[in-house]
């Protein structure tokens, strides 16, 4: 999350980034750190290819992890592919309430890509939850890798394609 933000600071310098928000303290005004529930949204993110409509719980650790977004900003981002991941209820619909919205963004948006997809910024840490161990509880059929293997792997396969 603190790569988020360091992008969402230098976004003039990445290509296709300059509408990305700068991130201020949550809601809540004090830390959050537990396991939420995103799901992937539809997006030019090579990290997150081929897996539109997941549901996953991830880890989430930030203070400073709402997006500042105007309603101009987030139809500008959603028009061209560049959210990501949002915050979820059970039932999949992206949410703003707390708990399961630990930040407070507006439509419980966690994640963008530049408009290219070669550069995904995010709240969550999926790097803490892409191991089955990782979690207190997960669902046999998942293996010994959670499913947030995937975006490493989607990020390694990129890497080989373009070597």
């Not at 360091?6 to 310098?13: A, C, G, R, V």
């Not at 990305?20 to 992937?40: G, H, M, T, V």
Request: aromatic share 12%; with cysteine.
């Amino acid at each position: 999350c603190n790569g988020c933000q360091m992008f969402s600071q230098i976004k003039e310098l990445i290509p296709g980034a300059e509408i990305w928000p700068n991130f201020i303290k949550n809601d809540s005004d004090q830390f959050e750190a537990r396991l939420s529930q995103i799901r992937i949204v539809k997006s030019d993110s090579i990290l997150l290819k081929d897996m539109h409509g997941w549901l996953i719980p991830v880890a989430v650790a930030h203070g400073e992890g709402k997006a500042d977004l105007s309603k101009q900003q987030i139809k500008a981002l959603k028009k061209k592919n560049m959210v990501a991941m949002s915050y979820c209820e059970a039932n999949g619909k992206p949410t703003n309430f707390y708990p399961m919205n630990p930040n407070g963004t507006k439509d419980g948006i966690t994640a963008f890509t530049a408009a290219n997809g070669r550069v995904t910024i995010m709240m969550p840490h999926p790097e803490r939850t892409f191991m089955t161990k990782q979690y207190s509880w997960a669902p046999k059929e998942w293996g010994i890798e959670s499913p947030w293997f995937k975006m490493f792997d989607n990020a390694y396969q990129f890497y080989k394609k373009n070597q």
